[in-house]
């Protein structure tokens, strides 16, 4: 797992633990997110893209 060194643990001293603030931070907005956005429904298989009029061709590109 992560060892910390000396130059990060004094970084951490001096600015703080910005990886952690950031971590709470987007979990935070995530579950406001969560709470007003409830996810949509996923439907069981893959997606079909939907049928291209007559004389066209459906290609990716």
Do not use: C, W
Not at 12 to 31: H, K, L, S, T
Request: no cysteine; net charge positive; aromatic share 4%.
């Amino acid at each position: 797992m992560f060892q910390e060194t000396p130059i990060y643990s004094r970084l951490v001293a001096e600015r703080g633990d910005i990886p952690a603030q950031v971590r709470g931070e987007a979990d935070r907005i995530r579950r406001d997110l969560a709470r007003v956005m409830p996810a949509p429904p996923t439907a069981p298989g893959p997606k079909i893209p939907p049928a291209a009029p007559a004389g066209h061709q459906n290609v990716l590109r």
